[in-house]
């Protein structure tokens, strides 16, 4: 009977005492940081601002109509030397305790990312347990990140999330930037061979975004938009590449999902697009004569998406000539996309990591001047292949033929 | 000694927790860069050979614990000083362990706790294992075999589902031509964690049929050790060799970096299972070799006895092993595979082995 008893007062003590936490924090004590943003002031400091997350202001209560006057998110700004000295002095403004599991997004100043560079930023990121690097990270074209980060959205109510949504959806539907994470970031940064590359977001503004009133109409006043790749040299934005050259940097590094290419048909511009679904590049590094060599192959899966001429669409010999103007339309995006890196000396594409791990033992006399020398010079082989595999609803078009 | 009996698929079972227990969660082998899946595989060959060794006293005194055939070998003396040796090696052992465990803790989830209450609460559950008996540990191992497996196989599914695999990671195999993985092998990987498996010559005398021991060890250590090597080769194949470098946990970081379909990620509880499932084998074993070995020495009729007081001081000591993480690691790469693995592990094991071979020869001789 002791026994028993015995048993059950350890088994009530345990579960007392084991299910609580040390150190429990509870939501409301929490403030929800959904964006992180980083300049550089002219002192040399960090000027961090925070995206907290109203939870009044988000609450479902919306619905009943009530509205309330507070904006979904709140922006604390501060200075410091360092990261966590950042968030330290905004603790001293905001109520809660600031948590950082949730971040959505990391935006970057262009001054910041262009003078003093990115790689001292990031280690807080990468130890701190609380923080997840598969936290997006973005650069602020021609503005500040804390600009950029005090705009509201409609719909999508948190600034954060509308930005991560609208670079997610964007990255599928016109594969033209990429949506890097901070981990894969800090690996490039980390990586010798190979130079990071990150999603530009610019605003459009005609007033001040920061008020409710910028979305209180059917036009917002302020715009978030993706702005092109920001190419990296080392830890420092040296460029950006926009629209064709962009797609043909995420070709090269075979992300692009689906996208839209245009193509001339008889001395029409952009008449015929060609919606392709599905995609596969390989990069192959081959050594010729001693020298190093890239060999490009991409095959692609599509369809059509629209054409502005007649063109007998039921005859396969049509689709193989338009598949051939496709192939060539890549071809010249990858080119552009190739030729904007070899300008600013910086190797996004990995290329030389791709040496490194097929020729280790070639790779050592390359080493040294691959970025000056060898990049520059180097020799790509693109060969594109792509299919059509079908025409959408109809073959002809309604259009008469002209000509 | 207990009176009790443990069966083959038991056995087998222990061993592969036990291999897998810490080993799974640390950097194992980065030493070698993308090869470290290969220098893992040496290790685990060297691990073979360990595991013949003391297999082989084994066969020779089948139902004696090594406290005991230690005496017999080299005498009264100086058997018995070896066999305390061996169990303040296996006590040290649990220590280190218990500290990996509760740093490891500390620096993912619980940060304001104190070290101290995080190993109290596991040594307790030691304790209260040990307690009970061999008999008890096997079952929970099989229990916690099928939860590490699943846990295994889905969170394998969930990184290959999710694209993250990137096999150029692992290349260049061999950059640096085979011999700093042998070194690392030889330096590393056989001791910890395939040469540990020496504190199962405590356990060895339970098995209820010592004929299957030299199979079941062999097979137990192949397996953890290929298991061992896929998880080494996915963490570098996701991760890349510089941040698993970097990483304290890389397989935590990896399976982080899962993101399915917007909801299946932040699957940091599976590594905390499995962390929390291999150390607690690894330190159950340690901590019942050292008990039974001193039980054994000291003739202590009531074994349990010791099992408390063992438990503080194994406790005390994880505490004031190190005062910081980096210390801790240091120590455990580059000092005890030196100073303590090396002659506890294959030199005493071997040069035991010999004076039984000289002892025989000269029986027959004579």
């Not at chain 2, 082998?29 to 993308?34: H, R």
């Given at each position: 009977m002791i026994r028993v008893f015995g048993l059950f007062l350890i088994l009530t003590i345990s579960n007392v005492l084991l299910?609580?936490?040390?150190s429990k924090t509870e939501l409301n004590e929490l403030a929800l940081v959904s964006a992180l943003g980083i300049d550089k002031n002219e002192e040399g400091e960090y000027v961090g601002s925070l995206q907290i997350i109203n939870p009044g202001s988000v609450a479902g209560s919306k619905s009943t109509g009530?509205?309330?006057?507070?904006?979904?998110v709140t922006v604390y700004t501060s200075t410091a030397k360092n990261l966590v000295g950042l968030s330290r002095n905004i603790s001293a403004k905001v109520s809660r305790r600031l948590y950082y599991?949730?971040?959505?997004v990391v935006v970057i100043g262009e001054e910041l990312a262009r003078e003093?560079?990115?790689?001292?930023?990031?280690d807080a990121l990468d130890r701190?347990?609380?923080?997840?690097?598969t936290t997006a990270i973005i650069i602020a074209k021609n503005a500040r990140a804390r600009d950029l980060i005090k705009i509201l959205t409609p719909i999508d109510q948190i600034p954060a999330e509308n930005v991560i949504k609208m670079l997610e959806t964007n990255e599928t539907m016109s594969g033209e930037n990429i949506n890097a994470k901070t981990r894969q970031v800090i690996d490039a940064l980390a990586t010798k061979e190979r130079d990071p590359v990150i999603t530009g977001v610019e605003l459009t503004r005609?007033?001040?975004?920061?008020?409710l009133e910028s979305i209180q109409?059917?036009?917002?006043?302020s715009i978030v938009q993706v702005g092109g790749i920001a190419l990296f040299r080392n830890d420092r934005l040296v460029d950006w590449a926009r629209e064709k050259t962009a797609r043909g940097i995420v070709f090269l590094l075979n992300k692009v999902k689906e996208t839209n290419i245009s193509i001339d048909w008889k001395g029409n511009e952009e008449a015929v697009v060609y919606n392709m679904i599905r995609q596969q590049t390989t990069v192959k590094p081959v050594i010729k004569n001693g020298k190093p060599e890239i060999d490009v192959h991409v095959k692609a899966e599509g369809k059509i998406g629209e054409v502005q001429v007649a063109i007998d669409l039921s005859n396969p010999d049509t689709l193989k000539s338009i598949e051939q103007e496709v192939n060539k339309e890549i071809q010249g995006e990858l080119s552009k996309a190739i030729e904007k890196a070899k300008e600013n000396k910086t190797d996004i594409f990995g290329f030389g990591e791709s040496f490194h791990s097929t020729y280790p033992e070639q790779w050592k006399r390359f080493e040294k001047e691959w970025n000056d020398t060898y990049f520059s010079e180097l020799k790509v082989n693109i060969k594109v292949e792509s299919f059509i595999r079908r025409t959408g609803l109809r073959n002809k078009p309604y259009l008469k033929d002209t000509n | 000694m207990e009176k009790a009996k443990i069966d083959a698929v038991q056995l087998f079972i222990l061993i592969f927790l036990f291999e897998l227990g810490s080993a799974l969660l640390v950097p194992l082998?980065?030493?070698?860069?993308?090869d470290a899946w290969l220098a893992i595989f040496f290790g685990m060959a060297g691990g073979i050979l360990i595991f013949l060794i003391f297999h082989a006293l084994y066969q020779t005194y089948?139902?004696?614990l090594p406290t005991q055939y230690m005496r017999n070998i080299i005498g009264n003396y100086l058997g018995w000083v070896l066999g305390f040796a061996y169990c303040l090696y296996f006590l040290y052992l649990s220590a280190r362990v218990l500290r990996d465990f509760g740093s490891m803790l500390l620096t993912v989830?619980?940060?304001?706790?104190p070290l101290f209450i995080v190993n109290l609460l596991l040594i307790l559950l030691i304790i209260y294992t040990v307690y009970q008996g061999i008999e008890v540990m096997a079952r929970t191992g099989e229990l916690l075999f099928v939860i590490l497996y699943v846990l295994a196989i889905s969170g394998f599914i969930l990184i290959v589902s999710s694209g993250?695999?990137?096999?150029?990671?692992?290349?260049?195999?061999?950059e640096e031509g085979i011999l700093p993985i042998l070194k690392v092998a030889i330096t590393q990987t056989i001791y910890v964690?395939?040469?540990?498996?020496?504190?199962?010559s405590v356990i060895?005398?339970?098995?209820?049929?010592?004929?299957?021991a030299k199979k079941v060890g062999i097979f137990a250590l192949c397996l953890s050790g290929i298991n061992l090597m896929i998880v080494m080769a996915v963490n570098i194949s996701v991760l890349g060799v510089n941040l698993t470098k970097r990483s304290q946990f890389p397989l935590l970081t990896t399976i982080q970096s899962i993101q399915i379909a917007?909801?299946?990620?932040?699957?940091d509880v599976f590594f905390m299972l499995a962390l929390i499932i291999g150390i607690f084998i690894k330190i159950t074993i340690f901590f019942y070799a050292a008990v039974i070995g001193l039980g054994d020495l000291f003739k202590?009729?009531?074994?349990?006895?010791l099992i408390y007081p063992l438990g503080l001081v194994v406790l005390l000591l994880s505490n004031s092993i190190a005062s910081n993480i980096s210390e801790h690691i240091q120590e455990g790469l580059f000092i005890v595979p030196i100073i303590l693995h090396f002659p506890f592990q294959i030199l005493f094991p071997l040069f035991l082995l010999l004076i039984v071979y000289l002892k025989k020869r000269k029986k027959n001789k004579a």
């Open positions: 299910t609580g936490c040390w009530q509205g309330t006057a507070s904006p979904p599991a949730h971040t959505g003093e560079g990115i790689s001292n930023l990031l701190d347990p609380n923080f997840r690097t005609e007033a001040d975004g920061g008020k109409q059917t036009e917002p006043e | 082998a980065i030493e070698a860069e993308e089948p139902d004696s989830a619980y940060h304001e706790t993250l695999i990137n096999l150029s990671n692992l290349k260049p195999v061999l964690p395939f040469g540990e498996a020496i504190a199962f060895l005398p339970y098995l209820n049929n010592p004929k299957k917007d909801f299946l990620e932040r699957l202590v009729t009531n074994v349990k006895q």
